[in-house]
């Protein structure tokens, strides 16, 4: 009786993971907010439309909030609504981007917190934080 006590329990705790709904292909509305750490005027919150694809979204870079996609995503993991992933970005010549982000999703958007710092120091900025949330609009165009 124990055992299928256990095993009951176990899929029980497994459901809302696998209940949890995943993000859609479809073009988003996407809301990206840069905090300069040691700048005391910040950039204001820059806004965007990108359409996602089922790959983009498989492999990490539906998150990425780099316009230009020259981003790396490594140990991406999602457990039900909850995402964390590690990010390298090219930017300008040798400059880039990497660091760390969480988050939660859901099957119309997300919201993710991305924590890094620029490589080299670029202009006396080194770390940054980076708050993106998206929303779903529809099919892409």
């Given at each position: 009786?124990?055992?299928?006590?256990?095993?009951?329990?176990?899929?029980?705790?497994?459901?809302?993971a696998a209940?949890a709904p995943?993000?859609?292909?479809?073009?988003?509305?996407?809301s990206?907010?840069?905090v300069m750490k040691?700048?005391?005027?910040?950039?204001p919150?820059?806004?965007?439309?990108q359409?996602?694809t089922?790959q983009d979204?498989a492999?990490?870079?539906?998150y990425?909030?780099?316009?230009?996609?020259?981003c790396?995503?490594?140990?991406l993991?999602?457990?039900?609504n909850?995402?964390s992933?590690?990010f390298?970005?090219?930017?300008?010549?040798?400059?880039?981007?990497a660091?760390?982000a969480?988050?939660?999703t859901h099957?119309?958007?997300y919201d993710?917190?991305?924590?890094?710092?620029f490589?080299?120091?670029m202009q006396?900025?080194?770390?940054f934080?980076?708050?993106?949330?998206?929303?779903?609009l529809?099919?892409?165009q």
């Amino acid at each position: 009786m124990r055992p299928l006590l256990t095993a009951a329990l176990l899929v029980l705790t497994a459901l809302p993971a696998a209940a949890a709904p995943t993000l859609q292909p479809g073009l988003y509305d996407v809301s990206v907010q840069v905090v300069m750490k040691g700048i005391p005027m910040q950039m204001p919150v820059m806004t965007f439309r990108q359409c996602l694809t089922a790959q983009d979204i498989a492999d990490g870079k539906a998150y990425a909030a780099n316009e230009n996609k020259d981003c790396t995503i490594s140990k991406l993991s999602e457990r039900g609504n909850q995402l964390s992933y590690d990010f390298n970005c090219a930017l300008q010549g040798s400059q880039r981007m990497a660091g760390r982000a969480s988050g939660t999703t859901h099957a119309n958007g997300y919201d993710v917190l991305m924590s890094g710092r620029f490589v080299p120091p670029m202009q006396g900025m080194g770390e940054f934080s980076q708050k993106l949330s998206a929303k779903r609009l529809g099919a892409c165009q």
